[in-house]
């Protein structure tokens, strides 16, 4: 990639889990009342075709790795585990209460912190707790985010047993040097031990996620990372970008200096030689970052162009509605967003009150649902269209405008009433959609909000 695109190109900008992202929401206009009426209306709307999706964040983490910018509470006393259990069935109660009806739940995702912090008698009682009000749908996906050094066989077979069928372990390099700067230090035999044992016990998706551009990474290190995946051949793959942000506060993001990470350009190499380097290993690029074998769910999700994303990533199908239950998740009712306080105190508070623990969200208007699904089919599809009349919006001709220059620059091909990213402009998709958030060109951050799109 000629380093003038990147140079060009390598700006602040949002990742797109939503649209509009979170620094644009419209907090005036939001209330909890508003959030439950959207909520109600999108179940009613979807939940006997689709069904749900549940994101369930467990936030506590032994030590903290400083690459994450996630919401996590670092603790070695797992007499926590119970109490945080006890609060997020609770809190999945008042849910059910008010969607008055059995929820179906098409996918199930446990995300982090760790969630293999938990173990396997206290995960047991959350699952079973979720599903003792809810029915499952046809062809439902349970899955969770497993670190290579703590998860046992137990972890496994447990969750195998509870309707779990997709796994994913957090490799991110395997350089001695990247890891120690990371705080992460996971030689391969663990995540070699934990796959195969995933494998064996009947998971039929195994996921690692890998990234480029962290402190003191070069390409020979992201060359033997992949070679070492290879020799494990997990199902999918997401290759992502260090997200450098560490001005939010509490990430961690503190352990090395600015100076230790790669420049642009060797950052982009590392990431053109990880992605030829999958390639030959038989992967295929469905979506940013995000790599499959072709017998995987998501490359067929992204065949079939019934692929999605939300708050939880790339998914195989799409549900109206997500729930988010725990510290700090975002659920998503397709007409609204609303997030979860962050700290755990004021978490159990709330619940203590039997109130939904929702402290910020956002009602989405007509306009945002357009442009909403103009950035989900650029980033899920590589395309958009506007050929039917409810896709075309006022200012999309001064869109356009802004896009000649990436098709100067061969990064996509504008047509009478469509949009194709080409190969060349895949790792700038990033880019591509901000041309369609107008929220964002009408209000230019001062200050950084979003990582470096390369």
């Not at 007499?79 to 209460?97: F, G, H, M, R, T």
């Not at 295929?284 to 019934?306: P, Q, R, V, W």
Request: glycine fraction near 6%; charge should be neutral; hydrophobic fraction near 35%.
């Amino acid at each position: 990639m000629p380093f003038s695109l990147i140079n060009k190109y390598n700006v602040a900008g949002p990742r797109y889990t939503s649209y509009p992202t979170v620094p644009y929401w419209d907090l005036d206009t939001f209330s909890l009342q508003k959030w439950k009426q959207n909520l109600k209306k999108a179940f009613k709307e979807s939940n006997t075709t689709e069904g749900i999706s549940l994101y369930i964040h467990l936030p506590f983490c032994e030590s903290l790795c400083t690459f994450c910018g996630c919401n996590k509470r670092i603790t070695k006393r797992h007499d926590v585990e119970l109490p945080y259990i006890n609060a997020v069935l609770k809190e999945w109660d008042l849910y059910c209460e008010l969607l008055e009806e059995k929820p179906i739940i098409k996918e199930l995702h446990l995300g982090g912190g760790t969630p293999t912090f938990f173990n396997s008698e206290n995960l047991s009682l959350l699952i079973n707790g979720i599903k003792y009000k809810a029915k499952l749908a046809d062809n439902y996906e349970f899955s969770f985010e497993g670190h290579p050094n703590n998860t046992t066989k137990t972890h496994l077979k447990t969750l195998f047993d509870l309707g779990f069928n997709r796994v994913s372990f957090g490799v991110q390099d395997y350089n001695p040097i990247v890891q120690k700067a990371i705080h992460r230090i996971q030689p391969f035999e663990n995540v070699k031990k934990v796959t195969e044992l995933a494998r064996a016990i009947g998971y039929h998706s195994i996921s690692h996620d890998i990234i480029f551009g962290l402190p003191f990474q070069t390409e020979a290190h992201v060359e033997e990372t992949i070679k070492k995946t290879k020799q494990l051949l997990p199902d999918r793959i997401a290759f992502y970008s260090y997200a450098h942000v560490p001005w939010i506060k509490g990430n961690g993001q503190r352990g090395f200096k600015d100076s230790d990470l790669p420049t642009p350009s060797s950052k982009q190499n590392q990431y053109q030689l990880g992605k030829k380097l999958l390639a030959e290993a038989g992967y295929f690029d469905i979506g940013m970052d995000h790599f499959a074998l072709k017998t995987d769910a998501l490359y067929k999700a992204s065949h079939n162009e019934t692929m999605h994303r939300n708050f939880m990533g790339y998914t195989a199908s799409k549900t109206k509605v997500m729930i988010g239950l725990g510290v700090s998740s975002i659920s998503d009712s397709w007409y609204a967003f609303a997030q979860n306080v962050k700290g755990i105190e004021e978490y159990y508070h709330l619940l203590e009150n039997n109130s939904i623990p929702v402290f910020r969200g956002h009602i989405l208007t007509n306009e945002d649902l357009i442009i909403r699904q103009h950035i989900l089919n650029l980033m899920c599809h590589f395309k958009t269209s506007w050929s039917i009349d409810n896709l075309y919006f006022e200012e999309l001709p001064e869109v356009l405008i802004k896009l000649i220059e990436m098709q100067e620059d061969e990064l996509l091909k504008i047509e009478s009433n469509q949009i194709f990213v080409t190969e060349k402009g895949k790792p700038f998709v990033r880019n591509i959609c901000m041309a369609f958030d107008l929220l964002l060109q009408r209000n230019k951050p001062e200050t950084q909000l979003f990582s470096m799109t390369i």
